[in-house]
């Protein structure tokens, strides 16, 4: 005896096909076959109504059926060095959401930002076929990023290729750190460190401490120093800020910090409080990225805060409408408790 489904909802129903979608948006077959391939010519009102009833009903294209018909696969690749960092993670999220938004899949990666990584993982994501790859690349090197963009389109998040001329997805990491740390002045601190990886880094890395001290030269103030780290995550700050404590308790003038990433400026924030130090009362605590963590650290973390929605919205709009890539990404800084306030006086060495 067969039993049919009581519930399109339940999960042994019967899949859901072009058709189904078709009723439940008004709309013929061909109109939802025309959005799922993305074709142009379809209302932004119309695409928009099939792309809910896409939703609502859990529809999966035949992605074997579709590269047939159109020469597509309605799958792109995203490449980045580290998913489970935050700001990496979220970035994730809302390209994923993105291109969901649009019928498309997304086959996801992690290089750890090792240029042999890079290239074995854009070799394992192009034999699937995708129709492009968003790729934030810390070891290509320019000959590098010639053959892929020879093998499938492509779509660049970061700094790693600035001033070569190849566009990129990136927000002014300069600028940003030069107005977070003018923040820090603007407290009262006069000797700010800067804690993060300092060598062979990441071209972002390096424009961030390049900011960091130009916004020293401009409120004529000295650099603290650079703590270094080994990477920079949590674990990182944590150690690199347990040893700052007890330079700290035995006389050395640090009044803030300015971390590379929210990673290491939470770690930094649990080893000060570990060391008998205050955050921001006697050190104040500035990060990078705005990841959700910080949010809700005690304190809650200062940090830069890239406009992430508008990074994903262009690095999918190069890929999929060759769109160009132009112009910094917006930034904004959010001043929280890790860094309000005059610090305190009279701190003990």
């Known amino acids: 005896m067969v039993v049919e489904p009581t519930s399109p909802a339940e999960p042994w129903s019967a899949v859901v096909t072009q058709m189904d979608v078709a009723r439940k948006a008004g709309v013929s077959r061909r109109t939802v076959s025309n959005v799922v391939t993305d074709f142009p010519y379809v209302s932004t009102e119309v695409r928009e109504r099939v792309q809910r009833a896409i939703a609502e009903l859990g529809y999966v294209p035949d992605r074997a059926a579709q590269r047939m018909r159109t020469g597509r696969s309605g799958v792109i690749a995203l490449l980045v060095p ?5 700001y990496f993670g ?18 996801v990666g ?11 993982e854009i070799d394992r994501v192009l034999a699937l076929q995708p129709d492009g790859l968003i790729l934030s690349p810390l070891g290509l090197t320019p000959e590098d990023l010639v053959a892929v963009r ?14 070569s001329g190849e566009p990129a997805v990136a927000i002014d990491n300069f600028a940003a750190a030069r107005e977070l740390v003018s923040h820090l002045l603007s407290t009262g601190r006069r000797r700010i460190a800067f804690l ?19 916004a020293l030269r401009d409120g004529g103030a000295e ?24 330079r700290i308790r035995a006389g050395a003038e640090i009044d803030a910090v300015f971390c590379i990433t929210d990673e290491l400026a939470i770690g930094l924030i649990r080893a000060l409080h570990d060391g008998g130090l205050s955050v ?13 963590e910080g949010r809700y650290a005690t304190p809650r973390l200062t940090t830069v805060a890239p406009d992430k929605e508008e990074i994903a919205r ?3 709009g190069a890929l999929l409408d060759e769109a160009s890539p132009t112009g910094p990404i917006q930034y904004r800084l959010s001043i929280r408790e890790s860094t309000a306030g005059q610090r305190r006086m009279g701190t003990t060495a």
């Open 314 to 316: 262009r690095a999918l």
């Open 196 to 214: 993060g990886v300092t060598d062979d880094v990441p071209r972002f890395m390096s424009l961030r401490h390049d900011g960091y001290l130009a």
């Open 223 to 246: 650099p603290a120093g650079d703590v270094r780290t080994e990477a920079h995550e949590y674990i990182d700050g944590f150690t690199s800020g347990t040893r700052l404590a007890a």
């Open 90 to 107: 979220e970035m994730g999220d809302l390209i994923i959401e993105a291109a969901a938004a649009r019928g498309m899949g997304t086959i």
């Open 280 to 292: 921001p009362g006697d050190v104040a605590v500035a990060g990078f990225d705005d990841i959700p």
């Open 150 to 163: 020879n093998r499938c389109p492509v779509s660049l998040i970061g700094e790693h290729f600035l001033g």
């Open 82 to 86: 580290e998913v489970g960092v935050g």
């Open 110 to 120: 992690q290089t750890r930002g090792s240029r042999i990584r890079e290239l074995q």
